[in-house]
């Protein structure tokens, strides 16, 4: 309806704007007497020019309408652009301030740690796949300060061991999480220091969870119990967080223990990681 009356609104304004002025200079022309036609059409003349008046203000009214509904859109327009606007600036905000949290964290674990080089990435991608935990993150060789190299270890800004990096592009690198069932590392645990390793295990991967295996004669397990990186190779350094001991099980035939090990780096709120490019390696 407002389209039809914005193209053809004017041609009815005019035509009745028309029939009025015809009957003004009829009116004229003849000077105040009335000829025989409109005479006969006086009674009828009346009510038209009223009908052609209304409807001139009608078709105004109806202008008026469509200058005023066009100008609310243009400002409902406007405002749901601003208020898009000040959501945005409010998660980037929030990403500042989360941001700002990381770096301090990371500053009291480098403290610790003078001898580590960083690159602090963002996470792009998760894997898709049911088989592997794996994730991209947005630096490769090209874009990177440091080199990033295959197998270099990825951390959260708390020094806890999230993965290793298992291929590297120009703009992006893929990370292998500690939960993946392809994933080893050297493992230190207990107050005595009992070396094992840590390696990937598909069904405790569903369950996020990784074996502590591999141990030392006689090696005691304690549920809770903090497991380390042992820095056996030359990309993961020695003294990382991998997790903790949730429960101690036997294998088949009840000779051996193994530990059942949830990491500690929370892999489902992870959106920022730091890669370790350089350390000194411990003899």
Same mark, same amino acid.
């Given at each position: 309806?407002?389209?039809?009356?914005?193209?053809?609104?004017?041609?009815?304004?005019?035509?009745?704007?028309?029939?009025?002025?015809?009957?003004?200079?009829?009116?004229?022309?003849?000077? !105040?007497?009335?000829?025989?036609?409109?005479?006969?059409? !006086?009674?009828?003349?009346?009510?038209? !020019?009223?009908?052609?008046?209304?409807?001139?203000?009608?078709?105004?009214?109806? +202008?008026?309408?469509?200058?005023?509904?066009? /100008?609310?859109?243009?400002?409902?327009?406007?405002?749901?652009?601003?208020?898009?606007?000040?959501? /945005?600036?409010?998660?980037?905000?929030?990403?500042?301030?989360?941001?700002?949290?990381?770096? =301090?964290?990371?500053?009291?674990?480098?403290?610790?740690?003078?001898?580590?080089?960083?690159?602090?990435?963002?996470?792009?991608?998760?894997?898709? &796949?049911?088989?592997?935990?794996?994730?991209?993150?947005?630096?490769?060789?090209?874009?990177?300060?440091?080199?990033?190299?295959?197998?270099? %270890?990825?951390?959260?800004?708390?020094?806890?061991?999230?993965?290793?990096?298992?291929?590297?592009?120009?703009?992006?690198?893929?990370?292998?999480?500690?939960?993946? &069932?392809?994933?080893?590392?050297?493992?230190?645990?207990?107050?005595?220091?009992?070396?094992?390793? %840590?390696?990937?295990?598909?069904?405790?991967?569903?369950?996020?969870?990784?074996?502590?295996?591999?141990?030392?004669?006689?090696?005691?397990?304690?549920?809770?119990?903090?497991?380390?990186?042992?820095?056996?190779?030359?990309?993961?350094? /020695?003294?990382?967080?991998?997790? +903790?001991?949730?429960?101690?099980?036997?294998?088949?035939?009840? /000779?051996?223990?193994?530990?059942?090990?949830?990491?500690? %780096?929370?892999?489902?709120?992870?959106?920022?990681?730091?890669?370790?490019?350089?350390?000194?390696? =411990?003899?």
């Amino acid at each position: 309806m407002k389209d039809y009356i914005k193209r053809y609104g004017l041609r009815v304004g005019l035509a009745a704007a028309a029939v009025v002025l015809l009957g003004v200079l009829a009116s004229t022309l003849l000077q !105040g007497r009335a000829g025989l036609i409109a005479d006969a059409a !006086g009674g009828v003349a009346g009510p038209v !020019g009223r009908a052609a008046s209304s409807a001139i203000e009608w078709i105004e009214g109806i +202008y008026g309408y469509i200058y005023e509904y066009d /100008q609310l859109e243009a400002e409902n327009a406007a405002l749901r652009a601003e208020l898009a606007e000040l959501r /945005q600036t409010a998660i980037q905000s929030a990403e500042n301030a989360e941001e700002n949290v990381r770096l =301090r964290e990371l500053l009291g674990f480098a403290e610790q740690h003078t001898d580590f080089t960083y690159e602090p990435s963002k996470i792009t991608a998760w894997s898709s &796949s049911n088989w592997a935990s794996t994730f991209t993150i947005s630096k490769g060789a090209d874009n990177a300060q440091q080199p990033i190299e295959v197998g270099d %270890c990825v951390v959260t800004e708390y020094g806890a061991l999230v993965g290793q990096i298992i291929e590297v592009g120009s703009t992006w690198s893929t990370v292998r999480t500690v939960i993946d &069932s392809s994933i080893d590392v050297g493992a230190l645990v207990g107050e005595a220091g009992s070396v094992g390793m %840590c390696v990937g295990d598909f069904s405790l991967m569903q369950q996020g969870l990784l074996k502590l295996t591999y141990l030392s004669e006689n090696a005691q397990l304690v549920e809770g119990e903090a497991v380390l990186t042992s820095g056996k190779g030359t990309f993961i350094p /020695q003294g990382l967080i991998i997790g +903790y001991i949730r429960s101690v099980l036997s294998e088949a035939g009840g /000779q051996t223990l193994y530990g059942v090990v949830e990491p500690a %780096c929370d892999l489902g709120r992870l959106s920022q990681v730091f890669v370790i490019t350089d350390f000194d390696i =411990r003899e």
